[in-house]
């Protein structure tokens, strides 16, 4: 039995994990194969919310498994941190969870380096990290030197192991200019908190790779839940102002280890919006009036680091090319409810640059800082829908608003969201999008 994907189409935040916490219960298995914890997934659950970084959003669901992949970069101190917040919700996470023994761990000398690194400027403007850690341990898991992997947490040299990275670590940050950072990189602290991470997490590691070829030959179904959003990808994505991962469809069966034969649907979501979290190119942004309602109205603040989003119109340029590249048969579009207070909404259905049309979307940075958005102008509904719980409750120029989505990404709408609650979601036939095509 075949898998489906749940992608972020814009820059992240896109409420993926609200999505994810609805369709788990039909299938056996939810899988986080990319990022780390620079991901913020929220999943609400009547008056509960759960902020979720590594752990995957099938948890609350206790006949899920759910399972942590090779491409994950895992924070140890921060995973350990979420199982505890879920224990003292009376959810047991280790019942149902598995972490690949090849994934790698952010290190405290990774933390060091992101926040040096982010002080630099590329092209005029601060990448802007979610200061996780992430790009450092990206690097040197592809630099393997340096790297360290959960199971080398099982290992009896683990001490060794950390001894000989910090001692060439505080070279590198030395030479880095972060000699004062040197000081908080002891061999033996970091050892120890790895001695205690090892004890916690052991009864967790194992290899998923297998457990996921062996869930596929016996017919159970896989939710692959992907972290940050298309936009951010390091290869197709705004470069360099991108995520380390692969955050698009393409990252699904490297970070998983699912053969792209087993995906047969791809849920696309994105916001009926664009926001944006730290720096680069954002055509739609506004910063004006408009762009602090739409903060506001729509809470727009990390989850993460809970810095304010930068927040402007639905940028269907940006979307029509991540929905092709990860090959998405599907819509959710999210937070329909912020658009209910407008008397007229914006979509950006081209660019201009250099005085020319553009449909396409740029891969260089520059260019897109130079895209003028070509807008046409949709009327608003002007009224609540957050009690909308079927088509029928929606109004007309709601409608009008999901289908023009629809018709310029190319794909149509079937999930709709008019609120954080599982309940404020409305499938246009759910049971369809549940039936995986062979
Ligand atoms: P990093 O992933 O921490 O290295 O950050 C790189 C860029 O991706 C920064 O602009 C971050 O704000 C952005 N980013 C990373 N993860 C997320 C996410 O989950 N949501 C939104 N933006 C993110």
């Known amino acids: ?89 009376g959810i047991d996470p280790r019942k149902n969870l598995v972490i690949s023994e090849r994934a790698h761990l952010v290190m405290p000398w990774h933390l060091l380096e992101d926040q040096l690194m982010n002080q630099l400027v590329v092209q005029g403007e601060n990448i802007g990290t979610t200061l996780r850690g992430i790009g450092p341990c990206y690097r040197d898991k592809v630099g393997r030197n340096f790297a360290v ?19 060439a670590k505080q070279t590198l940050l030395r030479g880095m200019g972060g000699a004062d950072l040197v000081g908080d990189l002891c061999a033996d602290r970091v050892t120890e908190t790895a001695r205690a991470w090892t004890e916690q997490l052991r009864p967790l590691i194992g290899d998923t790779t297998n457990r996921l070829l062996d869930a596929l030959d016996s017919d159970k179904r896989l939710l692959m839940e992907g972290a940050q959003g298309s936009l951010l990808d390091i290869d197709h994505g705004t470069y360099p102002f991108v995520t380390s991962s692969n955050s698009s469809g393409v990252g699904i069966c490297s970070g998983s280890g699912v053969p792209s034969r087993w995906i047969r649907r791809v849920i696309g979501v994105a916001k009926a919006y664009s926001t944006r979290v730290g720096g680069g190119p954002f055509p739609t942004e506004l910063h004006c009036d408009t762009g602090q309602k739409i903060r506001d109205l729509g809470n727009e603040y990390g989850t993460t680091t809970g810095r304010p989003r930068r927040c402007g119109w639905f940028d269907a340029v940006a979307v029509r090319y991540t929905a092709r590249l990860s090959g998405v048969d599907s819509l959710a579009l999210m937070m329909m409810d912020v658009l209910g207070h407008f008397e007229e909404i914006q979509v950006c259905v081209a660019y201009e640059i250099d005085g020319q049309r553009c449909e396409r979307f740029p891969c260089e940075a520059s260019i897109l800082r130079k895209a003028k958005p070509i807008y046409e102008t949709l009327p608003g509904w002007n009224c609540d829908v957050t009690g909308a719980r079927s088509l029928e409750d929606l109004p007309q120029r709601a409608h009008e608003y999901l289908q023009r989505i629809g018709e310029l990404i190319g794909v149509p709408v079937k999930v709709i969201s008019v609120g954080p609650d599982r309940e404020q979601t409305i499938f246009t036939d759910r049971q369809q999008l549940m039936t995986l095509v062979a």
């Open 1 to 89: 039995m075949p898998a489906a994907c749940v992608i972020g189409l814009q820059w992240g935040d896109e409420a993926k994990g609200k999505l994810v916490d609805l369709l788990a219960p039909d299938h056996d298995c939810v899988v986080r194969y990319q990022g780390g914890a620079n991901a913020g997934h929220t999943v609400v659950s009547g008056n509960d919310v759960y902020k979720l970084h590594h752990v995957p959003s099938g948890i609350l669901h206790p006949q899920v498994m759910n399972f942590i992949t090779p491409g994950v970069v895992i924070e140890p101190t921060t995973l350990l941190g979420e199982l505890q917040e879920l224990e003292g919700r």
């Open 149 to 167: 992997r959960a199971s080398d947490l099982l290992q009896a040299d683990l001490g060794d192991r950390i001894a000989a990275i910090v001692q």
